[in-house]
C-alpha cells in the first residue's frame, strides 16, 4: 500500500505542479522516476519516453501509465495515471468557469501572453536534454532536424517520419552486420 501511496503522491504533485501540458512534464518526471526514486534509468525513461509519445493520448498520462505498469502492474498503472490528471482536471474546471468571467480584461490578456516564452522553454530544455542523452551529436544532428522540416515545414505525416525512421535503422543495422 505505501507503493501505491508513493505513486500517487509522486504523480499528483507532478500533475499539480507543471504548467504547459506533457512536454513540459518531461523534466519533472524525469527528475522523480529517475533521479529521485530511482524507478528507472535514464536509458529505459527515454525508451518510455519513445513508446509514450508513439501511443495515442496524453503524454505525461501515457508515461505515468508505463511507469505505473512498471512498479506495481495494471493497479499501479491506474494510480499513476489518476493522480497525474487529478488536479489539471479540477483546475481546468475552475479556471473554464473563471475565465469566462474575465477573459475579456487586459490583464488576464497580458498574462497568457507572457506565459507563452515561459512554455516553450519548459519544451526546449528536455529536447536538448534527451537529445544529448540520445546521443544526438554534430555529426547526426541533421536527422532530427530532417524530421522537424518535413513534418513542420512540408506538411509529411509524422507517422511516415517515424516508418522511414525505422526503415533507415533496420537498413543501417543489415549492412553493419
Known amino acids: 500500500m505505501a507503493k501505491y501511496c508513493e505513486l500517487f503522491a509522486t504523480f499528483f504533485k507532478i500533475g499539480a505542479f507543471t504548467i504547459g501540458g506533457g512536454y513540459a512534464m518531461i523534466p519533472l518526471i524525469q527528475r522523480?522516476?529517475?533521479?529521485?526514486?530511482?524507478w528507472m534509468t535514464d536509458e529505459d525513461f527515454?525508451?518510455?519516453?519513445?513508446v509514450a509519445q508513439t501511443m495515442p493520448g496524453i503524454l505525461a498520462a501515457n508515461i505515468a501509465s508505463l511507469v505505473?505498469?512498471?512498479l506495481r502492474g495494471t493497479r499501479g498503472a491506474l494510480v499513476a495515471?489518476?493522480?497525474?490528471?487529478?488536479?489539471?482536471?479540477?483546475?481546468?474546471l475552475i479556471i473554464?468557469?473563471?475565465?469566462?468571467?474575465?477573459?475579456?480584461?487586459?490583464?488576464?490578456?497580458?498574462?497568457?501572453l507572457a506565459l507563452r516564452p515561459a512554455v516553450v522553454a519548459l519544451i526546449a530544455?528536455?529536447?536538448?536534454?534527451?537529445?544529448?542523452k540520445a546521443r544526438i551529436s554534430l555529426?547526426?544532428?541533421?536527422?532530427?532536424?530532417?524530421?522537424?522540416l518535413l513534418v513542420a515545414?512540408?506538411?509529411?505525416?509524422?507517422?511516415?517520419?517515424?516508418?522511414?525512421?525505422?526503415?533507415?535503422?533496420?537498413?543501417?543495422?543489415?549492412?553493419?552486420?
Open 153 to 177: 515545414c512540408l506538411g509529411v505525416s509524422p507517422v511516415v517520419v517515424l516508418l522511414a525512421a525505422l526503415l533507415g535503422g533496420l537498413v543501417k543495422y543489415k549492412i553493419g552486420k
Open 46 to 50: 527515454l525508451d518510455a519516453l519513445a
Open 32 to 38: 522523480e522516476v529517475v533521479e529521485r526514486h530511482g
Open 68 to 70: 505505473g505498469q512498471r
Open 81 to 92: 495515471v489518476g493522480a497525474n490528471i487529478l488536479m489539471p482536471i479540477l483546475l481546468i
Open 125 to 132: 530544455a528536455p529536447v536538448f536534454n534527451l537529445a544529448r
Open 96 to 112: 473554464a468557469i473563471a475565465f469566462r468571467h474575465f477573459r475579456d480584461l487586459p490583464a488576464v490578456r497580458h498574462a497568457f
Open 139 to 148: 555529426r547526426n544532428c541533421w536527422l532530427p532536424l530532417l524530421a522537424c
